[in-house]
């Protein structure tokens, strides 16, 4: 398997496992936990489109990545109360 295979493989391990985390809500801790490996999966999803030239990727990927980091924002103090 080449470079680009194994970072879509990556990316796809990385968003099946985080919707997954997500959507059990669980507690805050995972569900933080799973907002932040959506945020590496669209970095991974970026980059690709980035090295594949497609901008549709890339942009979508941005903007979910904006999307995670108001994800971690908001569960972030409820993980944080929970520990507690």
């Given at each position: ?8 493989t ?5 968003t ?12 805050a ?39 995670n980091?108001?994800?971690v924002?908001?569960?972030l ?8």
């Amino acid at each position: 398997m080449d470079e680009l295979g194994i970072l879509r493989t990556a990316a796809t391990v990385m968003t099946v496992l985080a919707a997954a985390m997500v959507a059990a809500n669980w507690n805050a801790r995972i569900t933080v936990s799973g907002f932040a490996l959506f945020i590496l999966a669209s970095i991974a999803w970026m980059l690709d489109g980035w090295l594949e030239d497609k901008s549709s990727l890339v942009i979508q990927n941005a903007v979910l990545l904006l999307i995670n980091i108001l994800g971690v924002y908001r569960w972030l103090p409820r993980a944080q109360a929970e520990a507690e």
